[in-house]
């Protein structure tokens, strides 16, 4: 699928390729009347084909449009071209944050921090909208020139509940939160992947980078505990509840996770606000680095991934055994009131 050259929507001129994943194509192009710059995302055919799909995703992407944050790229337009869906979106001069880690290996914490509580600011805004992100990872991630978060593809995560079925889930398997492995996300999920992330920032690596295979890291996600980062033990507190197996157990919003960052000494004079820029000096070189095996690379993109047979998957946030207390409360006031009712029959026999 080659669109250099070509018009979408009869005023986006194609220009160039800049990015592709297992879900869509990214061009760089123009507004040809207003000599705009914009970013245009196309969907592989494969999420064109159902029409299903397309209203719905037509439908999520209007909602996603509306969003209206200085750590969210703006969506401008949207539609269906050809059979194809695309997505118009703004053009940030910079590069994602996995191309920054790819290059620098990993950050200081600062700037760790820093980076994290953008994108947690971008994420409480569009929580409140009642958006869920569902494939938060540093490839949907952009860093400006001036140090500027942008959280992407709000108007694309929103496929993640589409055509998977009842055998596969969507989502970058690396950062996907336990429960995300039976086809479940809410706002928590998107808290337990920016944990993930901000592990990466940290160490260079994700918590279980060295599994050998997508089953081996389903299993490890599902079960084991996150090596510590060796980087500060209150960071380490805090993403030990940031990367929990259980949602209940996470921090429940993005603001309450912010907060625990942000009482860390080295988050001092660091702010968190929805409509505060925060500056950070991590630089955006558009370097590749190595080429990475393609295992390790299909783990980095969006795609559908098997889910674990049920009884691999015992991992359920079940709360408190309300219905198991009330019967044994009937239980035992059955036989407290039968024993009575003997020992008053004995009594006055």
């Known amino acids: 699928m080659n669109l250099v050259g070509k018009t979408i929507g009869g005023k986006y001129k194609v220009l160039e390729q800049i990015g592709s994943g297992g879900m869509a ?5 123009e507004h040809i009347y ?16 159902n029409p299903e799909l397309v209203q719905r995703f037509l439908q999520e992407a209007e909602m996603a449009s509306k969003l209206d944050h200085p750590n969210i790229v703006k969506i ?5 071209e050809d059979g194809l869906l695309y997505l118009v979106m703004q053009f940030i001069d910079g590069d994602t944050l996995e191309r920054i880690l790819r290059h620098r290996g990993k950050l200081s914490l ?3 921090i820093n980076i994290t509580l953008q994108v947690l600011s971008a994420l409480q805004y569009a929580h409140e909208k009642g958006l869920v992100h569902r494939d938060i990872k540093p490839g949907n991630v952009m ?3 001036e140090g500027r978060a942008y959280l992407l593809d709000f108007g694309i995560a929103v496929l993640g509940g589409m055509g998977g079925g009842e055998k596969t889930a969507v989502g970058t398997p690396e950062y996907m939160a336990p429960e995300q492995f039976r086809g479940r996300a809410d706002r928590r999920s998107d808290l337990y992947s920016v944990g993930v992330m901000l592990y990466e920032m940290l160490t260079g690596k994700t918590p279980f980078q060295d599994a050998k295979d997508i089953y081996e890291l389903q299993h490890r996600i599902l079960r084991d505990p996150i090596p510590p980062t060796e980087v500060d033990p209150e960071i380490d507190a805090i993403l030990e509840k940031a990367l929990s197996k ?6 429940q919003s ?7 960052l942000l009482s860390i000494e080295e988050a001092k004079g660091m702010e968190y606000n929805l409509r505060v820029k925060i500056e950070t000096s991590i630089p955006a070189e558009n370097t590749e680095g190595k080429v990475e095996e393609e295992e390790f690379r299909m783990r980095k993109i969006t795609q559908f991934v098997p889910l674990p047979e049920e009884e691999e998957f015992e991992i359920e946030d079940k709360g408190f ?4 207390f009330i019967i044994l409360m009937v239980l035992g006031i059955l036989i407290f009131g039968g024993a009575l009712g003997i020992l008053w029959y004995i009594l006055h026999k």
């Open 25 to 29: 194509v990214v061009y760089r192009g």
């Open 34 to 49: 207003l000599k705009k710059p914009v970013a245009i995302k196309v969907m592989l055919p494969s999420f064109s084909e």
């Open 76 to 80: 401008f337009d949207f539609g269906d």
């Open 110 to 112: 600062r700037e760790a």
């Open 143 to 145: 860093i400006n020139k």
């Open 246 to 251: 259980l949602p209940s157990q996470r921090f």
């Open 254 to 260: 993005a603001k309450e996770f912010a907060d625990a």
């Open 321 to 324: 055994p309300w219905r198991l």
